[in-house]
């Protein structure tokens, strides 16, 4: 996370200062709402304000990758809120009794005609101060310039540049405490999502599943994009397990090898068909996944955002999709010997139709060879399910610590 610079403006460049020592707060500090009505006075907050977003603006222009909203990340950056900070930084470097004194001095003709000249000088440039003060009267200017070199005023300037490191530090951390509690508010919209989709299908219950978040802008383009790539990604994914999941309920494999389906007509055509509808399903929902996947990869490469940051995605999403298709590998591996066990089952089963009796709940054969045959793949077949079990648990596990891991970003 970078922090934005922010171009400060120093009121009054070129005035002779009282010599000081700059930095070092004063034992007889101004009241915040006293510093508060002056910083309103003089226009500070306003410029400060105006500073801010030409600063962005103009970053926006230098380095598109960076790009941030403008409107989006001056949002906290109100008039009001910036006086309050600045003013609390400044009330350091003022004395109460100068503080007192600008009170009644600023509102006064020559304080509000050096006011009005010291905006320019903020907001445009020496230039355009100049060319106000020129229009003053010969006593308006007498009466400004003896007013910008009393000890009064001149207390003013002296907060303005003692306050100056503080003020750039704490503003540079108010950008970025704003900005991350931004990005943790989107963060958190999607790890919520993440943990509601594991939730439902650990329990195979959607009824209370919401997907119709949307997650708030932090005004970084980059990262806002992404997000959204990324729950809209998430989203559809759980859909498809989801779905996937009803599917298969449909099938009702369990009961693709019931003694009674084992020894009937019927049921052997239908635990066929199952098996067939099975592998296409399978087929079916890694076809839907590789396209998901295909579809965010590319959308995320078309970001326009930092090389350092690019890497790092590019990083992250290859290791997770060598994950991915680990695991994949190896369920599928699993379920095609599941699979082909079934078929043999059914297989026998037909082959040997008439001679496979059903009575008192299980199935009788006629010679020992196919009664070895059967529990022998039986057997296996419960080795094939036990596997899957435990991947699926190995799967769970890895995705709840991901999610616990992008919680604590």
């Given at each position: 996370?970078?922090?934005?610079?922010?171009?400060?403006?120093?009121?009054?460049?070129?005035?002779?200062?009282?010599?000081?020592?700059?930095?070092?707060?004063?034992?007889?500090?101004?009241?915040?709402?006293?510093?508060?009505?002056?910083?309103?006075?003089?226009?500070?907050?306003?410029?400060?304000?105006?500073?801010?977003?030409r600063d962005v603006e103009n970053t926006n222009t230098a380095k598109p990758e960076a790009y941030l909203d403008v409107e989006v990340f001056m949002r906290p950056f109100t008039v009001d809120a910036i006086n309050l900070h600045v003013s609390t930084v400044m009330a350091k470097y003022l004395s109460n009794d100068y503080a007192q004194k600008l009170l009644k001095e600023?509102?006064?003709?020559?304080?509000?005609?050096?006011?009005?000249?010291?905006?320019?000088?903020?907001?445009?440039?020496?230039?355009?101060?100049?060319?106000?003060?020129?229009?003053?009267?010969?006593?308006?200017?007498?009466?400004?310039?003896?007013?910008?070199?009393?000890?009064?005023?001149?207390?003013?300037?002296?907060?303005?540049?003692?306050?100056?490191e503080e003020r750039k530090e704490m503003l540079g951390n108010w950008s970025r405490d704003e900005l991350q509690g931004r990005i943790h508010s989107a963060r958190k919209v999607i790890a919520e999502l993440m943990e509601r989709g594991l939730k439902a299908e650990k329990e195979e219950n959607t009824d209370n599943l919401n997907l119709?978040?949307?997650?708030?802008?932090?005004?970084?383009?980059?990262?806002?994009?992404?997000?959204?790539?990324?729950?809209?990604?998430?989203?559809?994914?759980?859909?498809?397990?989801?779905?996937?999941?009803?599917?298969?309920?449909?099938?009702?494999?369990?009961?693709?090898?019931?003694?009674?389906?084992?020894?009937?007509?019927?049921?052997?055509?239908?635990?066929?068909?199952?098996?067939?509808a099975t592998e296409t399903m399978f087929d079916n929902n890694s076809k839907r996944f590789d396209s998901l996947r295909a579809a965010y990869t590319t959308a995320l490469e078309k970001i326009v955002m930092p090389a350092q940051k690019r890497e790092e995605l590019a990083v992250s999403n290859r290791n997770s999709m060598e994950r991915i298709l680990d695991f994949r590998l190896r369920?599928?591996?699993?379920?095609?010997?599941?699979?082909?066990?079934?078929?043999?089952?059914?297989?026998?089963?037909?082959?040997?139709?008439?001679?496979?009796?059903?009575?008192?709940?299980?199935?009788?054969?006629?010679?020992?060879?196919?009664?070895?045959?059967?529990?022998?793949?039986i057997k296996q077949i419960d080795v094939e399910i036990q596997a899957l079990h435990e991947l699926d648990k190995e799967d769970w596990d890895y995705r709840n610590r991901s999610l616990e891991t992008f919680k604590k970003k």
């Open positions: 996370m970078f922090v934005y610079r922010f171009l400060m403006v120093l009121l009054l460049a070129g005035m002779t200062l009282i010599a000081g020592a700059a930095g070092i707060p004063i034992s007889n500090p101004a009241k915040v709402e006293d510093m508060q009505q002056i910083v309103h006075i003089i226009g500070f907050d306003q410029s400060i304000q105006t500073a801010i977003r600023l509102p006064k003709p020559a304080g509000r005609n050096s006011t009005r000249i010291a905006q320019f000088e903020m907001n445009q440039n020496m230039d355009a101060a100049r060319r106000e003060f020129k229009k003053l009267s010969p006593a308006d200017q007498k009466s400004v310039n003896e007013f910008r070199i009393s000890p009064t005023y001149l207390s003013l300037l002296n907060a303005l540049t003692n306050s100056l119709s978040d949307r997650i708030p802008l932090t005004g970084l383009r980059s990262f806002d994009q992404e997000s959204r790539l990324t729950l809209n990604y998430l989203r559809a994914n759980l859909k498809q397990n989801l779905q996937f999941s009803e599917e298969l309920k449909t099938l009702q494999l369990d009961k693709l090898l019931l003694p009674l389906s084992l020894t009937t007509r019927q049921g052997l055509e239908n635990s066929n068909l199952s098996i067939l369920r599928n591996e699993h379920l095609r010997t599941y699979i082909e066990l079934v078929k043999q089952i059914l297989s026998l089963c037909e082959n040997r139709f008439g001679k496979i009796k059903f009575e008192a709940n299980s199935l009788i054969f006629d010679n020992d060879q196919d009664m070895n045959q059967y529990n022998a793949m």
